[in-house]
Nanobody, 112 residues
Framework: QVQLVESGGGLVQAGGSLRLSCVAS????????MGWYRQAPGKQRELVAF???????NYADSVKGRFTISRDNAKNTVYLQMNSLKPEDTAVYYC??????WGQGTQVTVSS
C-alpha cells in the first residue's frame, strides 16, 4: 500500500496558475507510473495526465498545452503544473500511484 499526500490546491482566477504536488511513501517510486485525475461535481473521475517510470507522459486533450506533469524520483514526488486555468478545470484533483493507490484529493477552484 502506497500512501499519497497531495498539496497545492486552492482558489485562483481564470488565467492563473497552480502547482500540485503529491508525495508518495514507497521505496519503489522510481518504477511506478504516477497520474493525476480530477472529479468535478456530478461528473465521473477523469484522467488528467500520467508519467511513466521512463518519463513518458500523456495528457487529456482538454489540458494539453496548459498542464505539465513531472516527477522527482529523489523526492518521491510527482507534480502537476497548471497554467492558463479555466473555470472548467474546477475539480478535486487526485494523485494515483500504479493501479490501486489514490490520494485523498486537493480542491482546485477557478473563478471566472
Amino acid at each position: 500500500q502506497v500512501q499519497l499526500v497531495e498539496s497545492g490546491g486552492g482558489l485562483v482566477q481564470a488565467g492563473g496558475s497552480l502547482r500540485l504536488s503529491c508525495v508518495a511513501s514507497t521505496n519503489f517510486f522510481n518504477i511506478i507510473t504516477m497520474g493525476w485525475y480530477r472529479q468535478a461535481p456530478g461528473k465521473q473521475r477523469e484522467l488528467v495526465a500520467f508519467v511513466t517510470s521512463g518519463d513518458s507522459t500523456n495528457y487529456a486533450d482538454s489540458v494539453k498545452g496548459r498542464f505539465t506533469i513531472s516527477r522527482d524520483n529523489a523526492k518521491n514526488t510527482v507534480y502537476l503544473q497548471m497554467n492558463s486555468l479555466k473555470p472548467e478545470d474546477t475539480a478535486v484533483y487526485y494523485c494515483r500511484a500504479g493501479y490501486t493507490n489514490w490520494g485523498q484529493g486537493t480542491q482546485v477552484t477557478v473563478s471566472s
